[in-house]
C-alpha cells in the first residue's frame, strides 16, 4: 500500500535524521547524508537548483544515488522465497472460523553488509489482507528469526493508534519486534534524473497468483508474491551500478475475432499505438523490485506536500470519530482522500504556445474501470506525423498533424461516444463535442521523456461513461453497528448513493438495513429514480434506510485486469438461467440475487449479443484492484464483480471454467458485487 506498508522516510525526515548523526542507527553515515541530500535537492532544486543539475541528463546529483560505480552494495545475496511461516503477523478472529488460514508470504532480500546491522537477513514479510483491504509489505532485519527489528521511516507505530489500519501494529506481532527503526535501502525515495525529469518512488512490486493449494471447498487458493520475472520489460539505461531499471511494455494481447467490431477496433488502436507506460520498476542489488513513476520534480514537492496533508487529516479523523460517536460533536469531518500519485500531468495554464486548449492534462486514452496513473508509451507514430505545438516545464509539447488519425478517433472514442443520457450522467454542465469540434481543442499532446520515448497526455476534462458499474456493499453486522467505509487508494467516483464524500459513516443492522449517520451530504432531489439501478433511491434518501452502498466510477493507478482465457461462454437465450443459477452455487440471498439480476441481465442484453464471455473478478482479485478500509474490520468479506464481453461468434477454442469461492456468512459478514459498465 502506498505510503504506509512499507514505511518510508519523508524527504525532510531523512534530512533531520541525517543532520542529527543518524549513521548508528541505520549504518554508513556518508551513505545516508547523500541520500537526504539527493531527497532535498529533488525537491527543491526545481527552484534554486535548476542550473546545476541542466548541464547534462546524466546529472551530478545521479551519480550520487547509492547504487553508483562508487558504491559498494549495502546487501550481499539475492531475494529469496523463504518456505517457512515466520508467524510474524497477528491473527484475527475470522482468520480462526472454520480452519481459515491466511496465506502469508516472506523473502530474504539479503544480507545486511554494513551498519548497525552488518550480518543480518533483510526480510520482506507480505500479509494477506485484513477485509476487503490491499496486500501490505513490511520490511524486517533479523539475526535469529525469532526477534525482529521493523522499518517504520515515517513514525507510523507513534503516530497512529495500533487499531489504525496504518499501524503497523494492526498486522504485526508485536511481542515479535524488539526495535524499531529506519533501515538503510539501496533504492533511495527519488531518482533525479535532470531537470526535467525524476523517479519517485511506489511500492515494492506484487502480485497475486495462484498458490498451489486449494481450499476444503475446491478452489485454487491465490497469495502475493514479489514479481521476479522480468523478461517481458524493457531495460532501461542508467549510470547506477547497483540499481537496473526496467520499462514497462504491455504483453502482447490477442483480440479474439468473435468480440463484436466496436470493441475490436478500439483494442485493435490500442495495441498498435500504446506500447506500455512511464512506469519504471527498480530492482537493487539483490533483486527487489520497487515501482516508480515518472515524474517532475516540482510534482513531487506538491505530492509531499498533499500526502503530509493527507496524513495530519487522517489523525485528525479518527480523533473527531471518536468524539462524534460519544456525542461530543455534532458533525463528523470529512473523512481525507489519498491523493494521486505524481506523474507527467499539466493544465492548460501550464502551456506556453498558440492553440486552442482543454483545462486539464494527464494520461491519454485511459482504461475504463481502472485508469493507469503512468502516461502511456507511444509506437507507431513517426517523429514527421507530429508538429511542434509549444511547451510545459521545459518539455517540448507536439500535436499530430492528421487531424483526421486513427489515434485522435480512439481518444474520441474513449470520451464521447455515448448516448445523450450517458454523456450528461458523468459530464455535468458540459458540452458533447463533434469529432471535429473535440480534435481543435488539441485533446493530445505528446512530448519525450528522459530515455527519449514519445509519450501521449490526454485530456480530462470530461470522464469516461463505463468504468465500474454499480459496485454495492451489503453490511451485515450481528448487532447494530457504526460503520465507516472508504477507499484505501485514489478513486474517480462518478455516481453514489448515498453520497460519497471521502467515505460513507453509517449505522448498519444485521438485517442489511443501513441508515446514513451523514443524510445533509445527500441531495434527495438530485436523484433520478427513472435510472437505471437507482429506482430505490430516491425513496430510499427520503426516509433514509438503504438497503446497501453503491458507487460507480474508475479506480486511478491501476489497469483493469483482463483475462480473455478464463470463464464460460453463454449464449443469449442462456445468460439469464446461467447468472441465477451461478449466485445461488456462490452463496447469494435471494434478495442479493434479486439485485444483481435485475441490475445486471437487462445492461447485458441490451447489447443484443449471440454469445457473451462471462468471468468474474473475486475477493483476491478486488482487494489488489480496489482495495477498501472498512471499520470495525469485518469478519467475513466477499467479493465478485462480474467482467464481460459480447462476442458475434462463439469462440473456435473454449475458455477455461473458474473456480468459484463460496460465501461464508459468520460475524460481520459484507458482501459485495459489481461488474463491468460498457
Known amino acids: 500500500m502506498r505510503k504506509g506498508f512499507h514505511f518510508r522516510a519523508s524527504f525532510a525526515e531523512v534530512a533531520t535524521k541525517a543532520e542529527q548523526g543518524f549513521s548508528g542507527q541505520v549504518g554508513g553515515v556518508g551513505l545516508v547524508l547523500l541520500v537526504a541530500f539527493v531527497a532535498i535537492v529533488s525537491v527543491f532544486g526545481y527552484k534554486f537548483g535548476k542550473e546545476f543539475i541542466r548541464s547534462s541528463r546524466v546529472s551530478t546529483l545521479q551519480k550520487m544515488i ?78 535469529d528469526r525469532k526477534t525482529y527489528i521493523l522499518d517504520d521511516p515515517t513514525g507510523a507505530t507513534k503516530r497512529f493508534p495500533e487499531t489504525d489500519w496504518q499501524n503497523p501494529f494492526q498486522y504485526i506481532d508485536k511481542t515479535k519486534i524488539s526495535k524499531v527503526d529506519e533501515l538503510v535501502s539501496e533504492q533511495p525515495e527519488t531518482i533525479p534524473l535532470d531537470s526535467s525529469f525524476a523517479l519517485y518512488k511506489d511500492s515494492i512490486l506484487i502480485q497475486n497468483a495462484p498458490s498451489g493449494t486449494y481450499s476444503p471447498e475446491g478452489y485454487e487458493v491465490y497469495e502475493n508474491r514479489i514479481r521476479t520475472d522480468f523478461s517481458s520489460y524493457e531495460k532501461l539505461p542508467l549510470d547506477v551500478s ?252 462518478t455516481y453514489s448513493i448515498p453520497t460519497y464524500q471521502a467515505d460513507w459513516y453509517v449505522r448498519a443492522y444485521p438485517d442489511g438495513t443501513l441508515t446514513d449517520l451523514l443524510p445533509e451530504n445527500t441531495d434527495c432531489t438530485a436523484i433520478d429514480a427513472t435510472k437505471h439501478g437507482s429506482e430505490y433511491a430516491q425513496t430510499a434518501c427520503e426516509t433514509n434506510q ?69 468471468r468474474f473478478l473475486q475477493t483476491s482479485d478486488m482487494n489488489m484492484f480496489i482495495p477498501m478500509e472498512i471499520h470495525p474490520t469485518p469478519d467475513r468479506y466477499y467479493r465478485l464483480f462480474l467482467d464481460w464481453m459480447p462476442l458475434s461468434d462463439k469462440p473456435a477454442i473454449p475458455v477455461a471454467p473458474q473456480q468459484l469461492d463460496t460465501i461464508v456468512r459468520k460475524g460481520f459478514t459484507v458482501v459485495e458485487w459489481g461488474g463491468l459498465k460498457q
Open 546 to 614: 438503504y438497503p446497501y452502498l453503491y458507487w460507480a466510477g474508475n479506480r486511478i493507478g491501476m489497469k483493469y485486469p483482463i483475462n480473455p482465457h478464463i470463464g464460460w461462454i453463454v449464449s443469449n437465450q442462456e445468460l439469464p438461467m446461467f447468472l441465477d443459477t451461478t449466485l445461488d452455487t456462490i452463496g447469494f440471498t435471494e434478495k442479493e440475487k434479486e439485485d444483481f439480476l435485475s441490475y445486471w441481465v437487462p445492461v447485458l442484453l441490451e447489447k443484443d449479443a449471440a454469445w457473451y464471455h462471462v
Open 66 to 143: 547509492p547504487g553508483t560505480q562508487s558504491a559498494a552494495p549495502l546487501f550481499q545475496g539475492t531475494l529469496t522465497r523463504i518456505s517457512e511461516d515466520l508467524g510474524l503477523f497477528t491473527t484475527t478472529d475470522s482468520e480462526g472460523i472454520e480452519g481459515y488460514t491466511p496465506v502469508n508470504v516472506y523473502y530474504q532480500a539479503g544480507i545486511f553488509t554494513k551498519g548497525s546491522y552488518k550480518g543480518y537477513e533483510r526480510i520482506i514479510a507480505l500479509r494477506e489482507p485484513v477485509g476487503p483491504g490491499s496486500p501490505v509489505a513490511f520490511i524486517v532485519a533479523t539475526k
Open 242 to 493: 547497483l540499481l537496473t531499471l526496467y520499462g514497462v511494455i504491455n504483453p502482447p494481447s490477442e483480440i479474439p475475432e468473435e468480440w463484436e467490431e466496436d470493441a475490436r477496433v478500439q483494442a485493435q488502436l490500442r495495441e498498435k499505438y500504446v506500447k506500455g507506460t512511464t512506469e519504471v520498476v527498480v530492482l537493487d542489488s539483490t533483486g527487489l523490485p520497487y515501482s516508480y513513476t515518472l515524474t517532475r520534480p516540482r510534482e513531487i514537492s506538491d505530492y509531499e506536500d498533499k500526502y503530509k496533508k493527507y496524513v495530519d487529516a487522517s489523525v485528525k479523523f479518527e480523533k473527531e470519530r471518536i468524539r462524534f460517536e460519544n456525542k461530543e460533536i455534532k458533525e463528523l469531518p470529512d473523512y481525507p482522500m489519498m491523493p494521486s500519485l505524481p506523474n507527467l500531468r499539466f493544465t492548460k495554464k501550464d502551456v506556453k504556445g498558440a492553440g486552442e486548449l482543454f483545462t486539464d492534462y494527464d494520461i491519454a486514452v485511459p482504461y475504463i474501470c481502472g485508469i493507469d496513473v503512468d502516461t502511456p508509451i507511444i509506437q507507431n507514430i513517426a517523429d514527421d506525423e507530429l508538429i511542434l505545438f509549444g511547451t510545459a516545464f521545459g518539455h517540448e509539447l507536439f500535436t499530430l498533424k492528421n487531424v483526421e488519425h486513427p489515434f485522435y478517433k480512439l481518444a474520441y472514442r474513449n470520451k464521447m461516444l455515448m448516448s445523450k443520457e450517458e454523456f450528461e450522467a458523468v459530464n455535468t454542465d458540459m458540452k458533447k463535442l463533434s469529432f471535429e469540434e473535440y480534435v481543435a481543442k488539441h485533446p493530445l499532446l505528446f512530448l519525450k521523456d528522459f530515455w527519449g520515448r514519445w509519450t501521449a497526455t490526454g485530456e480530462y476534462d470530461y470522464k469516461m461513461i463505463g468504468g465500474c458499474g454499480k459496485p454495492v456493499l451489503y453490511l451485515y453486522p450481528e448487532k447494530p453497528t457504526d460503520v465507516s467505509v472508504s477507499f484505501a487508494k485514489p478513486m474517480e467516483i
